[in-house]
């Protein structure tokens, strides 16, 4: 039934935003576990990875949103004297160097193939952008669930008159 006074429609607001801010506060959890595993993952990376420099050769084009981002292709060789060419799965604008350039990378000695820019972004990008858009909507969803179970509290508890208006003491 539709709420027949200020009171009625002010608590089923706040009910629908409740409930809603609980939902919103579930999903949010998954983007922190996403987080958490890259980061574990990337971890798991740094603890047996090798620093080198390694040189670009190639720019590649990207388009996104109508920009265009560049992709390094670089080659480095690994602990073994083996040359390694690797297309880089970031692109960014400006790009990481021009062609030529020579840029710190990390690589996993068991397989060079499996190799990042030593960049805060292509490092820990991904767990950031996560964690951080989960943690926003968490601390939102919280603090919202904590305004509307106040005044829900507050406002169920207020006398009503016989016309169902709130009386003030």
Known sequence: T????????FIFTAKFWNIMSKVVFGISIIPLIVAIGFGLHTSSFLKNAAAT????????????DGNTLFAPVYVF??????EVKKYSSTASYPPPGE???????????DNPKK?????FFDKWG?????????LFYLLLSTVVIYITSRLLKKKESEPVDADNQITRP
Not at 2 to 9: F, N
Not at 77 to 82: C, L, P, V
Not at 126 to 134: D, K, P, R
Request: no cysteine; proline share 8%.
């Open 2 to 9: 539709p709420p027949r006074s200020l009171k009625e429609m």
């Open 53 to 64: 420099e390694a040189e670009i050769i190639e720019l590649v084009p990207r388009e996104s």
């Open 77 to 82: 060789q690994d602990s073994e004297g083996n």
């Open 99 to 109: 062609v030529g350039d020579r840029i710190e990378i990390l690589y996993s000695p």
């Open 115 to 119: 190799s990042r820019q030593n960049t």
């Open 126 to 134: 991904v767990s950031a952008i996560t964690g951080g858009l989960g």
